[in-house]
């Protein structure tokens, strides 16, 4: 029996369906007016910081558990952009996930089916946000991928993580949606970030 509550990051399986379905731990909802993170060395949820501008996630949003955004992740947005420099931001894969259900709090785990994802730059750093619909989901679950989902959706989607981490000083944006991607290629992201996750553990383990 355990004793204690499992890391989100660390304790909880990617999904026994992996990479078409995965588990996805969710920080945030659309009703936060403070942007929630999980704290890497506890697993607890802390605030990261308020939203003291007019943005509001447009879907859940969290990560995918056991995924890391290293080397393999990164490649992908090397070969895009014909560099080799970008690496990845060093955090679990980012997840926003679409339901038609109004779930108010996160700190909650859902299944995800994969249908795409936004391959975003993020200060020189490869920062890929996947799209999912929650399994089983009563509208989003006969989605299958991103071209199925309506243009306003993605719209959305594209304007909160282009905008969300600027200030009204910054001359340039902090963000730049480099691609929109569909489920075949989030599934290799996801696949690849979950290879970084098993080098990334290994290497610590090395450490130690």
């Not at 038609?100 to 391959?119: P, S």
């Amino acid at each position: 029996m355990r004793k204690s509550k499992a890391h989100p990051w660390h304790g909880i399986s990617i999904g026994n369906n992996f990479p078409e379905i995965v588990n996805a731990f969710i920080e945030i909802v659309p009703t936060d007016t403070v942007k929630y993170e999980v704290d890497k060395e506890t697993g607890y949820l802390c605030i990261d910081r308020p939203q003291r501008f007019s943005n509001i996630v447009p879907a859940l949003y969290g990560f995918v558990p056991r995924t890391y955004c290293g080397s393999h992740l990164a490649e992908l947005t090397n070969k895009q952009l014909k560099r080799i420099d970008i690496e990845g931001d060093g955090d679990p894969i980012d997840i926003c996930v679409l339901t038609e259900k109004d779930i108010t709090h996160g700190d909650v785990i859902v299944k995800a089916r994969l249908i795409g994802g936004l391959r975003l730059l993020d200060q020189n750093k490869a920062d890929d946000k996947l799209i999912a619909v929650l399994e089983g989901d009563a509208i989003y679950d006969t989605y299958r991928d991103i071209k199925d989902v309506p243009h306003m959706v993605i719209d959305r989607l594209r304007h909160y993580f282009t905008t969300y981490k600027d200030l009204p000083t910054d001359k340039e944006p902090r963000c730049v949606l480099l691609h929109i991607y569909n489920a075949a290629t989030a599934r290799d992201v996801v696949a690849r970030a979950a290879k970084d996750y098993e080098e990334y553990v290994a290497e610590l383990q090395v450490a130690e």
